[in-house]
């Protein structure tokens, strides 16, 4: 029985492979680059923050003696102040007192726990 018409065959040798598989260009750096520049800029930075933090102590611990060295001067400054004022009101107090008989510019209070008080001496 011969048929009409002649059946397609496969080529001798067969087909070619189906290319499925994905043929992607390799795009940037590899991981080991990438996981190497990471961590040099991560050991870059955290130098960095160390070095600061060292600094800033050295001037906390310069800052703290600038202060200890300026606290004779601080309180001679206010020795000096607190001792300007006093001055000035006795004399304000000498300008308004002068016409009081009795009243003793120089006295300053009592010298001894007893003198000065007011009410019952035991």
């Not at 870059?44 to 800052?63: I, N, P, S």
């Not at 006795?90 to 006295?107: F, H, S």
């Amino acid at each position: 029985m011969a048929l009409p018409y002649r059946q397609d065959m496969p080529p001798s040798g067969g087909f070619e492979m189906i290319k499925y598989r994905r043929n992607l260009p390799t795009r940037g750096f590899g991981a080991y680059t990438i996981l190497g520049a990471v961590s040099g800029i991560m050991l870059w930075g955290f130098w960095t923050v160390a070095r600061a933090r060292v600094e800033k102590v050295e001037l906390e611990r310069e800052k703290m003696w600038a202060r200890i060295y300026l606290v004779p001067l601080l309180t001679a400054e206010s020795d000096r102040d607190t001792f300007r004022r006093q001055h000035a009101v006795r004399e304000r107090e000498a300008a308004i007192m002068k016409n009081v008989p009795g009243w003793d510019k120089n006295y300053r209070g009592p010298t001894k726990p007893s003198e000065g008080r007011i009410g019952l001496q035991i």
